[in-house]
């Protein structure tokens, strides 16, 4: 979504010359916002319809990435343009980093849900999909919201939507398996 939208308004004048000048990030920004409404609103309507949205999940979540968001906005336009590039260049090193760091962690054999089980503090979820499949797995709401109220603001700072930050939250953090943190994920969004 946004983590790719962003730069390419940004930086499109190097793929179409006969733009003259870099778009503003803030305005950037903006428009990635507004693309986002429409790609996570399709994504909620057909992963709605498979059944594998954690709604608790989404509630306990939203009441704290929805004023981060809000926040991130009103600092967003406060910022010097170059600032924003630079945390925004920040956000995609720290992505990377992550993506690194999650290749060599999956080699330890224990499922993410396990991993959060073990360290306590849980709460025991199951969805049945369409498909009649029944995802079982433990969820640490609590730790979470602050997380959350950080990809709020991330969202309406950088203009990425926040499935940059809440898919590592709900995998890693909050403990919901791949195939239900992406359908929470596009529902807050």
């Known amino acids: 979504g946004g ?16 733009v003259n000048k ?6 950037a ?9 429409f790609t996570a609103t399709s994504g909620f309507l ?12 989404v509630k306990s979540l939203l009441y704290f ?13 406060q910022l010097n343009p170059a600032v924003v590039k630079f945390l925004f260049a920040i956000l995609i090193v720290l992505s990377a980093i992550r993506g690194i760091l999650k ?6 054999g224990l499922t993410i849900s396990e991993e959060v089980a073990n360290k306590g503090s849980m709460v025991k979820r199951e ?10 797995y433990y969820v640490r709401i609590k730790m979470s919201k602050p997380i959350a109220f950080v990809g709020g603001f991330v969202a309406g700072l950088l203009g990425v939507g926040g499935g940059i930050v809440y898919m ?3 995998l890693s953090i909050t403990g919901v398996p791949v195939h239900i943190a992406v359908a929470t994920s596009a529902t807050m969004i």
Do not use: C, W
């Open 3 to 18: 983590l790719m939208n962003v730069p390419f308004l940004i930086y499109g004048i190097l793929l179409f010359p006969s």
């Open 168 to 170: 590592p939250l709900m």
């Open 65 to 77: 990435a929805v004023p981060g968001a809000v926040v991130g906005a009103i600092a967003s336009v």
């Open 22 to 27: 870099e778009l503003d990030p803030q305005v």
């Open 103 to 108: 290749a060599i962690r999956n080699s330890s």
């Open 29 to 37: 920004s903006l428009i990635s916002s507004f693309v986002i409404i």
């Open 46 to 57: 057909k992963y709605r319809s498979q059944k594998r949205i954690d709604y608790k999940t």
């Open 127 to 136: 969805i049945v999909d369409e498909d009649g499949i029944t995802h079982s």
